[in-house]
């Protein structure tokens, strides 16, 4: 059964929270800006670099002998990376030839989650109900139950033991004739499965099942307490690098920018497919930081223009047009200053193209400006002449007076 927590806010200490939020929104607001700015930077740097790097870059068909021409060259190459090497787990005695051996925790325990509903109250403050409800779940690390909300589940964690994470890595691993440096060695998964002994389990409160050992009474019935530990390990392979030579071993290519380069993926791939995921991968973070400093910069306004939304909470139904429009506003403003830095930014950053493009847009307006002028104003067709009135047919003409018959005296 869930578990409700009210808690209950004055509208003073709203108001208080309030003024403290203009602050932090300022602070906010000024690092969001900040981080637009510098994504900005960041990304068109990692470009120009991998644009160099890439012109430069050997594709080198053989790693099979350590070459001094070289030597200093950045260089793509595809060879087996493996090592003598035996690994040894110091708490279990786990011995593997392996790149890296890993081993990880999980605790079985109960987990408490948390969801709040507010609600607005007449004269300003403000009810919070909090219901918190609890689950068991695999965790990495042991859960402290003294501190969760409901009584009847305080103090219900335990664990039978606790193991801690630990990894180790070969020294030397060998690429070809090179070695790798340990930049590369972090860049090798450890994904395998470690088949480990039964000697381990005791199969009784101890079982062992492929590359876990699990603590408990029953693996597939796990209980609160039981903790299970896997080990996996790193057997490295194929794999393609880019890298720049040094003696027999490899370091970052640095541009003069101050940007840098070092890569290992797993598998044979082309120079030019790692350096397409290379730039992929930028883009993908100039996105992400993009929308994240957007983001940031819409809660930082919130929060410094809350306190108007906070006045109006002593009326909640006219709070709640406020906050309408304090959010519609925030958003649409923060997201145009975030435009306006990005393209800022953008220019600063790029202004040869910058220039180019102005220099570009201005004289598509002066063309189309100019033909405009010079077009010819379209003739006007000449009205059609109005057809002639017909005449008048002409009046009949009166007929003559008949003549004045003569006398004798005439």
């Known amino acids: 059964m869930a578990y409700q927590e009210v808690t209950k806010t004055s509208y003073g200490s709203r108001l ?10 300022l602070v906010l607001f000024v690092a969001a800006t900040v981080l637009l700015w510098w994504n900005e930077g960041r990304a068109v740097k990692t470009s120009r670099m991998l644009k ?18 070289l030597e200093g060259k950045l260089i793509h190459a595809v060879a087996v990376a493996k090592t003598d090497e035996v690994l040894t787990d110091p708490d279990y005695g786990v011995s593997v030839n392996a790149i890296r051996l890993v081993r990880r925790s999980e605790y079985y325990q109960w987990v408490e989650h948390s969801t709040s509903e507010t609600k607005d109250k007449i004269g300003g403050g403000q009810e919070t109900v909090t219901t918190y ?17 409901d009584p009847d589940y305080q103090g219900s964690n335990y664990v039978r033991t606790t193991v801690p994470d630990n990894e180790l890595t070969a020294q030397k691993v060998d690429f070809g004739a090179y070695v790798l440096p340990p930049a590369m060695v972090g860049s090798i998964p450890a994904d395998a499965s ?7 389990g005791n199969g009784i409160d101890t079982f062992v099942d492929g590359n876990v050992i699990y603590y408990g009474e029953n693996p597939s019935t796990p209980a609160i ?26 370091e970052s290519y640095k541009h003069k920018n101050g940007k840098s380069l070092i890569a290992l993926s797993m598998g044979n791939h082309s ?5 397409e995921s290379e730039k992929a ?60 830095i990005i393209i800022i930014a953008w220019v600063a950053y790029r202004p040869v193209l910058a220039i180019a493009l102005a220099v570009a847009i201005a004289a598509l307006i002066y063309f189309l400006i100019t033909k405009s002028k010079k077009a010819p104003a379209p003739e006007v ?3 059609a002449a109005a057809p002639a009135a017909p005449a008048a047919p002409a009046a009949p003409a009166a007929p003559a007076a008949p003549e004045a018959p003569k006398t004798d005296a005439e």
């Open 225 to 250: 307490g039981d903790v299970r530990v896997t080990f996996k390990e790193a057997d490295g392979g194929e794999a393609s690098i880019l890298g720049k030579v040094t003696g027999n071993t490899f």
């Open 281 to 340: 991968a930028n883009k993908a973070i100039l996105w992400l930081l993009r929308i994240l400093g957007i983001i940031l910069v819409v809660a930082a306004l919130r929060m410094m223009f809350s306190i108007l939304v906070t006045i109006l909470k002593v009326l909640p139904p006219l709070a709640k047009v406020g906050e309408l429009g304090v959010n519609l506003v925030t958003a649409v403003v923060g997201f145009v200053w975030a435009l306006i």
């Open 271 to 275: 120079m030019e497919s790692m350096f």
């Open 16 to 25: 208080g929270n309030s003024l403290k939020g203009i602050v932090t929104g």
């Open 133 to 149: 409800t609890y689950s068991k779940e695999w965790v990495s690390s042991p859960v402290n139950s003294d501190s969760f909300k």
């Open 381 to 383: 067709a000449p009205a």
């Open 194 to 200: 470690v088949s480990l002994p039964a000697s381990l």
């Open 52 to 69: 160099t790097a890439e012109t430069e870059c050997v594709d080198v068909a053989s790693v099979a002998s350590v070459d001094a021409a």
